[in-house]
């Protein structure tokens, strides 16, 4: 089944520095969606950004799509401590009845 | 409206025992997916129920299996455990599988 890959893999950052995360992924998608999560617990949906769709912002986030490069990237500007967490892409592949999930992206903010 | 909720939160369970993990998804919800975590694997798809039927099915021995109750509420299921199903087993759920997932904090299962 197709799978997001996240880039970078872990990511350490100053408090008030910008992120940005990457996502790859393989064949044709309908949607794609950004999830955080906090110390092994829940997931927590960011995003959904369609397939039709270039950019999406929700507060501090900011997602950007690809298709014709098949990928995606995520930014939160201005972080904060809080912001540390894996972030995960989801994508929802053309023919597949289920998201895929990347392997996640470790993300540091230092205060 | 009340989140995702999963329980137990904790089991430890020894090789060869079973274990039934319970999970009641947010009011509307009719579809209902499960995954396991694992640090090696990462994130995956164990299997998906809508309206009391399976739909989809992740590549997982018929061990683990699973159900859903006419209020949505699902429940998964591993027979004859093994150290390797260790993880952290996660349940969303959502208006339509494809669309935005509401997850719960999970359960964490240690086999011994």
């Known amino acids: 089944s197709q799978q997001g890959e996240e880039d970078p893999q872990a990511l350490s950052i100053q408090e008030g520095e910008n992120a940005t995360m990457n996502c790859s992924y393989k064949?044709?998608?309908?949607?794609l969606q950004w999830y955080r999560q906090n110390s092994g617990r829940g997931l927590v949906h960011l995003i959904l950004?369609?397939?039709?769709?270039r950019e999406k912002h929700s507060g501090r986030l900011r997602v950007t799509l690809d298709t014709s490069k098949k990928s995606s990237s995520l930014l939160i500007t201005a972080s904060r401590a809080a912001d540390t967490a894996s972030y995960f892409c989801a994508t929802d592949a053309e023919g597949n009845n289920r998201l895929a999930f990347g392997k996640g992206n470790q993300v540091v903010v230092i205060p | 409206k009340a989140g995702v909720t999963q329980t137990p939160r904790y089991l430890i369970k020894t090789r060869g025992q079973q274990v039934t993990l319970s999970c009641s998804p947010i009011s509307g919800h009719r579809s209902v997916s499960w995954y396991q975590q694992t640090p090696g694997q990462g994130l995956q798809f164990l299997f998906e129920?809508?309206?009391?039927?399976?739909?989809n099915k992740g590549n997982f021995p018929g061990r683990f299996s699973g159900r859903q109750f006419s209020n949505s509420r699902s429940e998964m299921n591993v027979s004859t455990l093994e150290l390797g199903d260790s993880a952290l087993y996660l349940c969303a759920s959502s208006l339509e599988v494809r669309e935005t997932q509401y997850f719960g904090p999970g359960t964490r299962l240690l086999v011994l």
């Open positions: 950004i369609r397939s039709n769709e």
């Open positions: 129920y809508f309206s009391e039927t399976q739909r």
């Open positions: 064949t044709s998608i309908n949607n």
